[in-house]
């Protein structure tokens, strides 16, 4: 138990350090660059994202899968197998990038010169986040947490001495070319790191194997991240960049909640699929049961305490986007059930299911955003976010029930479910009762303590 609390406890730190920069540093850049040049920043870190997907062939996403597939002395030469793959894919893409460098930069509204470092910035994430996955499927929490360190402090104070050398119209390039150098030069050194220890390059049977499962994971997450970031496109096409600042603040600060169940998810994922290998069902059910009470309880604290803590968070100029937290609360949560199916297919193989239920929802996300953002605007897109997510869960709730034998019936987490909608209901019927809300947040916030300490383990 004390080893499982200690590599939870690192890998849930490291997790938020390394991907809740943005909330860290929402706090500041909001009010360096205001609405419109956070606007900026959060359209070109869409595109960043857009990219890294893509070109690298999300092979980071079959780690899992091999430690199931192959014995622990095949591990290092799989991973050195599947990098080599990226990498040769995303050479070929760059290449076609610039060869067409132009048009690109016109499609993408950038300088020449953002493109290169949106390339290098990509790279450097892909191979960022595949030693992330690499460390939290070995239990290796200690060297993720130096690695989110490195990650978050050096880009953070190389932005803040670009930015504040430069013409306020224009700052938001400062945090672009530190992102791009930071995870650039890092992501290069662990790609040639995890390739020479590897020393495989070239495996039929890895590139077939990742391959299979990759493929699938690309369409995925492309259409994930169309989801949750389709409101920002639209809402710079229906209205104006600085409503994307005041909307990608608010969801910058709401992705906290995001990052924390990223975290809690990986250490969750790790155990899941070592049960499922192993056949441990009530440790899987046990485990299964403490994630669903302390996220939901964490989602709800959140949701209780965001209005005045965000009035803190972020200038006056961004509090107009106050109202949709709650609704990005709710949307992360849906998608915080999400992950129980989901892993459930992926165990069994399914990427292809999985990948078509995404798709699904995002394009029922691109119509309701449409429809939505006219009439009711901000809070608008993150309805259509909200209404796509809850598509999503019904779909893959119901194809996993039909590959037999799935272990997370309704009545596991109906409950917890229904307990968040309450809270909602209160945060959203009494948006100016603080004096309300606080207090149930502190009673949460002390039985979840409670909870933890007497089964003795976090999840």
Not at 57 to 62: G, R, V
Not at 162 to 184: C, D, F, H, K, W
Not at 387 to 393: D, P
Not at 398 to 404: A, C, D, E, I, P
Request: glycine fraction near 6%.
């Amino acid at each position: 138990m004390k080893q499982r609390n200690r590599i939870a406890f690192f890998n849930i730190l490291s997790t938020v350090v390394l991907k809740g920069s943005a909330f860290f540093t929402g706090m500041l850049f909001s009010r360096l660059l205001g609405g419109s040049g956070y606007g900026s920043l959060k359209l070109y870190n869409i595109s960043v994202s857009i990219v890294t997907i893509l070109f690298s062939l999300q092979t980071q996403t079959t780690l899992a899968n091999a430690r199931v597939e192959y014995p622990e002395e095949a591990q290092k030469s799989y991973q050195s197998s599947a990098m080599t793959l990226s990498v040769l894919f995303f050479g070929l893409c760059t290449g076609m990038v610039l060869l067409f460098l132009k048009p690109v930069s016109s499609l993408l509204n950038l300088t020449p010169a953002l493109v290169f470092l949106l390339l290098f910035q990509s790279f450097g994430n892909f191979c960022v986040e595949f030693l992330n996955k690499k460390n939290v499927y070995e239990f290796r929490a200690g060297w993720n947490m130096i690695l989110s360190l490195v990650m978050t402090l050096v880009p953070l104070a190389l932005a803040v001495v670009l930015i504040l050398q430069m013409p306020y119209e224009t700052r938001y390039v400062g945090r672009v070319i530190a992102n791009s150098l930071s995870y650039g030069v890092v992501g290069t050194v662990v790609c040639i790191g995890i390739l020479l220890r590897g020393k495989t390059f070239y495996c039929r049977e890895y590139w077939k194997f990742c391959l299979v499962l990759a493929l699938p994971a690309v369409f995925h997450n492309l259409s994930d991240l169309i989801l949750n970031q389709m409101d920002s496109l639209m809402l710079n096409a229906l209205m104006n960049t600085a409503a994307v600042g005041y909307y990608g603040n608010a969801w910058g600060f709401a992705n906290f909640l995001f990052i924390l169940f990223q975290a809690l998810n990986n250490i969750w994922c790790a155990y899941f699929f070592e049960d499922m290998k192993t056949g441990g069902r009530e440790s899987l059910l046990e485990k299964s049961r403490n994630f669903l009470e302390v996220f939901t309880i964490l989602a709800c604290g959140f949701m209780l305490l965001a209005p005045e803590v965000y009035h803190v968070y972020a200038p006056k100029e961004f509090w107009v986007a106050t109202m949709v937290i709650p609704l990005f609360t709710a949307a992360y949560y849906v998608n915080f059930l999400c992950t129980f199916p989901v892993n459930f297919e992926y165990y069994h193989k399914r990427p292809k299911a999985v990948a078509v239920i995404t798709v699904s929802s995002s394009l029922m996300n691109l119509v309701l955003n449409f429809v939505f953002i006219k009439t009711i605007g901000m809070a608008g897109a993150a309805v259509a976010t909200l209404a796509s997510h809850g598509l999503q869960l019904l779909l893959h709730h119901f194809y996993s029930r039909r590959l037999g034998d799935y272990p997370f019936p309704v009545k596991l987490w109906g409950g917890y479910a229904l307990g968040f909608c309450a809270v909602l209901a209160v945060v959203l019927l009494l948006p100016d009762a603080w004096f309300i809300r606080w207090p149930l947040g502190a009673v949460l916030g002390i039985f979840m303590l409670l909870r933890i300490k007497k089964r003795k383990v976090f999840i």
